[in-house]
């Protein structure tokens, strides 16, 4: 059984950091990409960043230059380092990995992050 928890999430004012953490345990052979998503109430969840095994990332515009996804595979745990928060990046945030068993989709149940004006 693999299971995937996240930490880090909490209030913060406009322009501090975070760092997320997602850790994934179980029966892991290996893990592919590993991503982090978002999610507001009435809005669909979007992908903000995500990491493949070979370390290539990719952002959703409104986090680049703000946000850096890494991962420690020794660890099986990914983190999104979250700076110059901005109260619009408020939501519950979900990490979600690719591995090559099935059901090959799990996700954590997320962690709340609140960035107040």
């Known amino acids: 059984q693999v299971q995937l928890v996240e930490s880090g999430g909490g209030l913060v004012q406009a322009g501090g950091s975070l760092r997320l953490s997602c850790v994934v345990s179980?029966?892991?052979?290996?893990?592919?990409?590993m991503g982090w998503y978002r999610q507001t109430p009435g809005k669909q969840r979007e992908l903000v960043a995500h990491?493949?095994?070979?370390?290539?990332?990719n952002y959703v515009e409104s986090v680049k230059g703000r946000f850096t996804i890494s991962r420690d595979s020794a660890k099986n745990t990914a983190y999104l380092q979250m700076n110059s928060l901005k109260p619009e990046d408020t939501a519950v945030y979900s990490c979600?990995?690719?591995?090559?068993?099935?059901?090959?989709?799990?996700w954590g149940q997320g962690t709340q992050v609140t960035v107040s004006s």
């Open positions: 979600k990995a690719l591995l090559p068993t099935p059901p090959y989709e799990y």
């Open positions: 179980g029966s892991i052979y290996s893990i592919n990409t």
């Open positions: 990491i493949t095994s070979g370390g290539t990332t």
